[in-house]
């Protein structure tokens, strides 16, 4: 039985930036992430102005490696391809991340100022009087004061202990990596289609994410997925000549990615931050800046009740301006107000 103050279960850009901030104020922090996500990454880019934030949670070290965004290239409301410079913004670039790199970096971070990083995967958790017990796959056990749920969109810490997700929509990502082209389409590009919209990112190994967003109930079925997601792929009028060669043999991968919100978003010493408390639409690149933002500012709120309701009704608030945001992108879009993905966000 290992004894800490704080257990934070995740240790993507929420967990580490939450053990970060706690053990930074002396708190014996635990963070324990199971390495599930490790290979299964989106092409997440930061956008301009994120760079700020993320290098005063975590200082500049975490930002090596990546790749530049300049900007991005669109056709969104017609078949012509606009092209938005962060040049033009004086937030200065984006950037693409090596997402594996970054979470490593992130919770090397939170390993420096003194939180004990563990590989596990948290199975159960019970809570013994004043304290919670959890225990991982391998029978070990971690024992503290408070619970952090960081452990993403499943939010399996805070749905043990009775927590609901309410969904705005049914979004759902299939996602390939594939070589890239280089000489077609350079950064990253987003065509809308009648059944949803891709994105496509250059990762900086090299390769090149492509995925296709769309609502669960429009995916065909199981066995004719793959073959419908290449056909879709090679419809597009821009998106398919970024990607080189792909394998037949390969197959996208299905990721959750719908806007949705946890009630409650935390409780009697425990809370959930980053997806676990609120994940949002991919179209709005936000995702990583908000997890790193809400999971600091619970690591400066444990263990204060006022402080942590406090940050429950801006993470509401952070939900409203979300889907106004995107109330506005997917009403710019009117080619196919009859199309069930599009006729659902008409306002
Ligand atoms: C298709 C797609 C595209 C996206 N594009 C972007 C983008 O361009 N820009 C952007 O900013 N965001 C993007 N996002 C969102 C971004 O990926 C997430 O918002 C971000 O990763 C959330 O960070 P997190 O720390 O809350 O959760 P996660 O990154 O999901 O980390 C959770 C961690 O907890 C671990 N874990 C889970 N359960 C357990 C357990 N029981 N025990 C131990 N460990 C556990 C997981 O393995 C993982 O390491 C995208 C998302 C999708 C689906």
Redesign the pocket.
């Known amino acids: 039985m290992t004894d800490s103050d704080v257990v934070v279960?995740?240790?993507?850009?929420?967990?580490?930036?939450c053990a970060a901030e706690l053990s930074g104020v002396g708190h014996a922090v635990t963070l324990?992430?199971?390495?599930?996500?490790?290979g299964s990454?989106?092409?997440?880019?930061?956008?301009p102005g994120?760079i700020d934030l993320i290098t005063s949670v975590f200082g500049e070290d975490v930002l090596e490696g990546h790749r530049r965004a300049y900007g991005v290239r669109s056709a969104w409301g017609s078949s012509d391809l606009g092209s938005t410079d962060f040049m033009s913004t004086p937030l200065g670039d984006g950037l693409i991340?090596d997402?594996a790199r970054f979470?490593e970096q992130a919770r090397a971070q939170a390993r420096c100022r003194g939180a004990s990083v563990i590989a596990?995967?948290?199975?159960s958790v019970e809570a013994d009087g004043d304290s919670w017990t959890c225990t991982?796959h391998d029978g070990r056990r971690l024992r503290s004061a408070w619970l952090v749920d960081?452990?993403?969109?499943?939010a399996?810490?805070a749905s043990r202990l009775g927590a609901r997700r309410a969904r705005a929509d049914r979004l759902m990502?299939q996602?390939l990596t594939a070589s890239d082209r280089g000489d077609a389409i350079a950064g990253t590009i987003i065509e809308s289609v009648p059944e949803g919209w891709w994105?496509s990112?250059p990762l900086p190994d090299g390769r090149r994410v492509i995925?296709l967003?769309t609502d669960t109930d429009l995916l065909s079925a199981d066995a004719d997925r793959s073959a419908r997601w290449r056909s879709a792929l090679e419809a597009t009028v821009h998106l398919h000549s970024a990607a080189g060669e792909i394998s037949s043999d390969v197959e996208p991968s299905l990721?959750?990615?719908d806007t949705s919100v946890l009630h409650p978003m935390a409780g009697e010493r425990w809370c959930a931050?980053?997806?676990?408390?609120a994940?949002?639409d991919?179209l709005?690149?936000?995702?990583?800046?908000?997890?790193?933002l809400v999971?600091a500012r619970a690591g400066r709120a444990i263990p204060d009740p006022a402080a942590l309701r406090g940050l429950e009704s801006d993470v509401h608030l952070l939900v409203s301006e979300h889907a106004a945001l995107q109330s506005h992108f997917y009403g710019l879009e009117r080619r196919w107000p009859d199309e069930p993905f599009w006729h659902r966000r008409q306002i």
């Not at 990454?41 to 956008?47: D, K, V």
Request: avoid cysteine.
């Open positions: 279960v995740g240790g993507g850009p929420a967990g580490s930036a324990v992430d199971d390495g599930r996500r490790l990454w989106a092409g997440e880019s930061l956008p994120a991340l997402r979470d596990g995967r948290v199975q991982l960081a452990t993403g969109r499943s399996s810490v990502a996602v994105y990112t995925a967003l990721h959750r990615a931050i980053g997806d676990a408390a994940a949002w991919p709005s690149s936000q995702g990583v800046v908000s997890a790193v999971g």
